[in-house]
């Protein structure tokens, strides 16, 4: 497999092409918005949970974003789905990056990684859940309301 | 354990060390270089040298913008320099080690970005008489401008601050930083930090320490100095100019306003605000000095292989050499204290002689030592002297070049005194 198929295989440029909980949700339970100061990329996040209150039933994205990002962001959602914001709060990374299956240079784990870090935001606005620690650096200067 | 008790025992060997460093290959007025100036800069051996060549020719580019490979290689090269700097100082994190031009911008990045949200009247600022003006000036600025008091703790006759005095400071108000040379550049005293650090923290203070003249040669642990910020230098540490350091507690970066405003500092910007990027790229606007920052890598290297604790046992028998010898001079008087709480570095007069005439007769000598107020002219009042000599050692100094000193010394006596 060439270098090129191997970034942008398939499953990539399909979540790219048709990505999975594209949109918004009106009046969502947690929201955030999260950017990638490298390349200006975007994303926003939103989450509806369950009759109990705290599993995901519903993650929706925003923004725009290289393939990369807007790929795994896309397979996030299917990821998340059905789990408790606890658990998704305490995800290793590597657990989307292991479904996301490329080689990723420093630079490119960052566009990888901007979908969840800004939905680990979300649900640390929205249930008190630790804060990533990619978020750590700026958190006074979110606005945690 | 058995490392530590390893790299104690291990003794540098100068005469070898020498041939690392291209500078000692000239000769000065027909003699061999004895440069015993290190305390204002240190030379560069070709491991640093080398380094910056080879990543200028083979991996340069700007850093942390480019998605191809080469801005990748260039931005490992510049990270790896981050990790090897803060651990060389047992930072908690490499994210609270930040790339500044020196300690001297280091220390105003802080007095600007925390003095200038957090003091106000009614606070002290607690500099010492023993301050490079570096540490000293940019306080006095910043406490003016909020209007809190700045003040200093005195030294007693051998060039020791005198810690009785901080009972009457804190008479003065709320204090809010104290800051302090952890080694002073004039009289090579090394100070209480640790102390001054838990007397700080006891009043809510914050505790800025500036290291410059420590770093080259005295092992720092920030965690063991329980200090908040620690400045140095990269060009005193045998590493190139214009680049240096900043620690700080994260959290206290963390909550700071930024310093420099620009590129690469932010996380957003938009016509009715921007928001800051992470630490420590909160604190590094701009295209940084990204070969130097590699080099000062290479020079924490290059200290680290031949052992902190044998460059600064090296430089101590150098001292107690120098002392003797310089004893010797007649009209000679010495400043700072015994060796044993002092790095390798020898402040004099010379009866009779201004040290703009000693310096001058060494330098017909080929020795180049200091003559000034080593931008410490609230000390050099203290001393009641307009300027000292100072001879100072490095880990490439021989006892030769001690001799050619004393030497030296003895011959402006003679014809000046």
Known sequence: MSEFDQLYREVILDHYKNPRGHGLIEDADAEAEGQNPLCGDEVSIYVAFGEDGDTIDEVKFSGRGCAISQAATSMLTELVQGRTAQEVATLPRDDLLDEIGIPLTPVRLKCALLGLSTLKLALHKAKGTPLPEEWAGASSDLDLK | ?417
């Open chain 2, 1 to 417: 354990m058995d490392f530590v008790a390893v790299t104690a025992e291990r003794k540098l060997d100068a005469r070898k060390l020498r041939a690392d460093f291209p500078i000692f290959e000239q000769e000065v007025r027909g003699k061999p270089l004895a440069y015993l100036d290190s305390a204002v800069s240190a030379h560069k051996p070709r491991q640093v040298l080398d380094k910056l060549r080879n990543f200028y020719e083979t991996s340069y580019a700007n850093v942390h913008r480019g998605v191809y490979t080469l801005s990748e290689v260039a931005t490992a090269e510049y990270e790896g320099a981050r990790d090897k700097i803060a651990r060389f100082i047992n930072a908690p994190a490499s994210r609270e080690l930040i790339f500044t031009h020196g300690a001297t911008e280091s220390i105003n990045l802080v007095a600007y970005a925390w003095g200038l949200d957090n003091l106000g009247p009614g606070d002290v600022v607690v500099v010492t008489e023993l301050e490079h003006h570096s540490n000293f000036v940019p306080w006095q600025y910043i406490a003016k401008r909020t209007g809190a008091t700045f003040t200093a703790i005195p030294l007693d006759e051998h060039g020791e601050l005198r810690l009785d005095a901080l009972g009457e400071i804190e008479q003065a108000g709320n204090v809010k930083v104290v800051a302090n040379n952890l080694v002073s550049n004039a009289l090579g005293t090394i100070n209480p930090v640790e102390k001054l650090s838990a007397w700080a923290h006891e009043r809510g203070a914050i505790m800025v320490v500036d290291a410059a003249q420590a770093a080259p040669h005295h092992a720092i642990d920030v965690q063991e100095l329980g200090c908040d910020f620690l400045a140095f230098s990269s060009h005193k540490m045998c590493g190139p100019t214009s680049v240096g350091a900043l620690w700080g507690r994260a959290e206290l970066l963390e909550a700071m306003s930024p310093f420099n405003l620009g590129g690469h500092m932010i996380r957003s910007v938009k016509l009715e605000e921007t928001t800051w990027g992470q630490i420590p790229f909160k604190f590094e606007a701009g295209t940084q000095p990204i070969a130097e920052a590699v080099g000062f890598g290479a020079a924490v290297d290059y200290l680290t292989d031949i052992g902190i604790g044998a460059i600064e046992d090296h430089e101590r028998e150098l001292l107690v050499y120098a002392l003797e010898k310089l004893a010797e001079v007649p009209g000679l008087t010495a400043y700072g204290p015994a060796p044993e709480r002092r790095a390798g570095i020898v402040s004099f007069n010379l009866e009779g002689v201004h040290p703009h005439d000693v310096a001058q007769i060494l330098d017909m000598e080929g020795v180049a030592i200091r003559a000034g107020h080593h931008c410490c002219q609230p000390l050099m009042a203290k001393l009641g002297v307009a300027a000292t000599n100072r001879a100072s050692f490095y880990l490439y100094t021989i006892p030769e070049e001690i001799d050619r000193l004393a030497d030296g010394l003895h011959k402006a006596h003679k014809l000046l005194a």
